[in-house]
């Protein structure tokens, strides 16, 4: 099956520096990508869509400038998560649809544990 | 209220039990998704339905549009399916996920 891989698994940074995670797909092309922030006990909520070569689309009260994507390939999307604070710290997954399986299955990272200290 | 709501939110049963978890949305759709999530985070998507009924191994995902009602049942349930399983619905013309807010399901042995 399709596989979407997340790195680092885990980051532990200071407040104020800027954190980069990275999301392959490894055997198929992803269109789109999703990147999705989940805290403690709670459901993924959805923070941006990114279509390959083109900005990403935000959703309502995610800051765009903090929370910079690139979606540079059909193989990869970037999430960097500039000047860092505590209440930054979360789980981050991102998912990709593409070019494998039914049309708009999504294929889900193992996602990436932020701790801002 | 939620667009997509799940019950229960929390359910623990016994290893062998038949475990029944509901999803209920108020939005049209054209797909519904249940995914499981085990306690490392890492996200399996288990069954995508636009109708009927699917079945894979033990689990089985059935669906009533006209109801907007689906269930995910789990067979001769194990502790490995200890887990938290989460309804998600897409909308009609739209890419992304709606969630529900996950069933944490606990199974001893």
């Known amino acids: 099956g399709a596989v979407v891989s997340q790195h680092p698994s885990w980051v532990i940074c200071k407040s104020g520096t800027s954190v980069k995670i990275e999301c392959r797909s490894l055997d198929f092309q992803a269109t789109t990508m999703f990147w999705y922030r989940q805290f403690p006990k709670q459901s993924l909520m959805l923070m941006a869509t990114?279509?390959?070569?083109?900005?990403?689309?935000?959703e309502q009260g995610v800051e765009k400038d903090k929370f910079l994507i690139n979606h540079a390939s059909l193989t990869l999307s970037t999430l960097t998560v500039t000047s860092a604070h505590p209440e930054d710290s979360s789980f981050y997954i991102c998912?990709?649809?593409?070019?494998?399986?039914?049309?708009?299955?999504?294929?889900f990272g193992p996602g990436t544990r932020l701790l801002v200290l | 209220k939620n667009e997509v709501e799940q019950s229960p939110q929390n359910l623990t049963a016994q290893e062998g039990e038949f475990i029944t978890i509901n999803c209920s949305y108020s939005v049209g759709i054209s797909a519904l998704h249940w995914l499981q999530q085990h306690p490392g985070g890492g996200i399996v998507s288990l069954f995508m339905l636009s109708s009927g009924k699917k079945k894979h191994g033990r689990l089985i995902a059935t669906i009533n549009i006209q109801e907007k009602h689906s269930s995910l049942h789990i067979t001769a349930s194990h502790p490995r399916d200890s887990a938290v399983y989460i309804c998600a619905v897409r909308l009609q013309g739209a890419q992304k996920l709606v969630f529900g807010q996950g069933t944490r399901l606990t199974i001893n042995p």
């Open positions: 998912s990709a649809t593409g070019t494998s399986g039914p049309v708009w299955t999504q294929y």
């Open positions: 990114s279509n390959e070569g083109s900005k990403a689309t935000y």
